[in-house]
């Protein structure tokens, strides 16, 4: 995509399928549905408003999709979609907006201080602590928050690491309030971050944690 999409995904049943609306969209090239594989039995491709573009995917079973959109970078932007079982977890994960950046600075500035971390240096006092929205808009960043009952409780996301090498990404400010932690929050998310950076072209990924931050380090050291 050349720009960052605007879409929309629902699910259908008998048969199930997952359907893509995406804004102001066209196939640049002629589309093959590529072979059924898993769940997916197969993919199909239409124009039910002008200037708008629809992917079905029919699937085996009755999935709950999950998806976000990355912004564009030197290649193109890119929308990613997986699904899972269709049990619901207590809280959502989705792509931070502006709307969210007072509840994520919030977020930052009480997790930091618990676990010490409020000192010169730290990233409590990175200016981009107020603008989070804004500051992973940019090419090759991607910043998702965690909401319990309509309330943002947690967030993390991915950016390149300041001086590293092009396919290295750093996770970055995954921070969680003491409602979201035991809940499987930071497995999820860790997933929708490692799935981001994968699409944005990162093959490894560098992280720092704190002393006392017992439940993160066993969660990243489950994801290598």
Request: proline share 8%.
């Amino acid at each position: 995509m050349s720009a960052r999409a605007q879409y929309k995904v629902f699910t259908l049943a008998d048969p199930a399928r997952v359907v893509i609306d995406i804004q102001g969209a066209r196939l640049s090239t002629a589309f093959k549905s590529p072979a059924a594989a898993g769940v997916v039995r197969g993919l199909r491709s239409g124009s039910p408003q002008q200037g708008n573009l629809r992917m079905v995917i029919d699937l085996a079973s009755e999935a709950k999709p999950r998806s976000f959109a990355l912004a564009p970078d030197a290649r193109a932007g890119t929308l990613a979609l997986s699904w899972g079982p269709m049990s619901t977890p207590p809280f959502t994960i989705r792509p931070i907006l502006p709307a969210d950046d007072i509840a994520v600075a919030a977020i930052i500035r009480t997790v930091m201080p618990e676990f010490g971390a409020n000192g010169p240096g730290f990233a409590i006092h990175d200016p981009e602590v107020d603008h989070m929205a804004a500051a992973y808009a940019r090419p090759r960043c991607a910043y998702f928050v965690v909401e319990r009952e309509g309330v943002v409780c947690g967030g993390g996301g991915v950016a390149p690491l300041d001086g590293g090498d092009p396919d290295v990404c750093e996770l970055r400010k995954m921070y969680f309030l003491p409602a979201l932690r035991g809940q499987g929050a930071g497995a999820a998310l860790m997933l929708w971050c490692l799935e981001a950076a994968r699409m944005l072209g990162f093959r490894r990924c560098y992280l720092e944690t704190l002393h006392g931050m017992d439940a993160a380090q066993k969660l990243y050291e489950r994801n290598g």
